[in-house]
């Protein structure tokens, strides 16, 4: 897995469950540490090579991944009373 493919936006998804946060959806990459979130509220840092190093060890794919939804109010139901 090469630095290249560790973007914002990707979300990557281990294969074996051994892990505590089995997804990561990677925030920001910047001066060699990476952003990221695991499904909280919060979101953590760590580098890169850290990151790269559990990408390695829990055998992780990268998921193919979908544009942030937008809201869009179509005027039904939309106020009542």
């Known amino acids: 897995m090469t630095a290249a493919k560790i973007k914002p ?3 990557f998804v281990t294969r074996a469950k051994k892990t505590r ?4 959806r990677v925030l920001l990459v ?5 952003a990221y ?3 909280g509220d919060t979101i ?4 890169l090579r850290c990151f790269r190093l559990w990408l390695g060890r829990y055998q992780v794919k990268a998921t193919r991944t979908r ?3 937008t809201l869009a109010l179509d005027g ?3 106020e009542r009373g």
């Open 21 to 24: 946060t089995p997804s990561r």
């Open 37 to 39: 979130s695991s499904g």
């Open 67 to 69: 544009r942030a939804r």
């Open 9 to 11: 936006g990707a979300v």
């Open 44 to 47: 953590r840092w760590c580098s």
């Open 30 to 34: 910047k001066d060699g540490r990476v």
């Open 76 to 78: 039904k139901g939309a």
